[in-house]
């Protein structure tokens, strides 16, 4: 089946690590999207990627870095410059890229999620 | 900046009322609106999408309208169910690929 698949689903860390969340997509989708979710908050946009090699901060990409080497794949570690890692964390893709195609951006998919917990 | 607003944040219904979710935006500049839902713990699904052209959507008991020119678009759900219990979330496209999402309506439909 197609859609987004996120590891771990639970994840732990102690202080002072760097950790990877990974998020891959089978939907032949070219744009890429981190979000981090706190109790009670809406979705904050850490990193997204609109093309291969290529991506952009979002609002709080302090403590994140991300690659992506591979259209399918969009890794984010949570580095130990992230104060406050604990979160759920979300990935998303979409297919068509706005302005660098030129086509109407489309609907918004979601993994599971994964969820940080610092210990 | 485009800011998504959502209202109420919560909501709690006796079991067949129909109700409607709120989502109102600033920017009326938009690619197209989408309606999630985000059970606890889990990833959000999209239940419905209107692009910018459109006025209305409908996927079973489910309605979302668009009036970008009042920046507002609204979520329908007939006879609600408790299975229908959750967070339900509007985002918005703008033109530059990016997302913006509200804050969602936590729903609670009692048997």
């Known amino acids: 089946d197609g859609g987004i698949t996120q590891s771990p689903k639970y994840l732990f860390r102690k202080e002072g690590q760097n950790v990877t969340l990974s998020c891959e997509q089978n939907?032949?989708?070219?744009?890429m999207y981190w979000y981090r979710q706190d109790p009670g908050q809406g979705l904050r946009l850490i990193y997204y990627?609109?093309?291969?090699?290529?991506?952009q901060k979002g609002d709080i990409a302090e403590g994140y870095s991300v690659s992506r080497e591979k259209k399918e794949s969009f890794p984010l570690t949570v580095t130990s410059a992230q104060k406050n890692p604990t979160a759920f964390y979300l990935c998303?893709?979409?297919?068509?890229?706005?302005?660098?195609?030129?086509?109407?951006?489309?609907?918004?998919?979601f993994g599971e999620g994964s969820r940080l917990t610092v210990l | 900046k485009q800011e998504v607003t959502q209202i109420p944040a919560a909501l709690s219904v006796p079991e067949g009322e129909n109700l409607v979710l709120n989502c109102s935006f600033t920017?009326?500049?938009?690619?197209?609106l989408q309606w999630f839902r985000q059970d606890p713990g889990k990833g959000l699904t999209s239940l419905l999408l209107?692009?910018?052209?459109?006025r209305e959507q409908t996927s079973g008991r489910l309605n979302a309208s668009l009036d970008k020119s009042s920046g507002r678009s609204t979520l329908y759900i007939a006879a609600s169910q408790p299975g229908d219990s959750a967070t339900y979330l509007c985002?918005?496209?703008?033109?530059?690929?990016?997302?913006?999402f509200g804050s969602g309506t936590k729903l609670n439909v009692k048997p």
């Open positions: 998303a893709s979409s297919m068509a890229a706005g302005w660098f195609r030129g086509g109407v951006p489309g609907e918004l998919f």
């Open positions: 939907l032949n989708h070219d744009a």
């Open positions: 990627s609109q093309i291969v090699n290529d991506f």
């Open positions: 920017d009326s500049a938009i690619y197209n």
């Open positions: 209107i692009q910018s052209s459109q």
């Open positions: 985002a918005v496209l703008d033109n530059f690929n990016k997302f913006y």
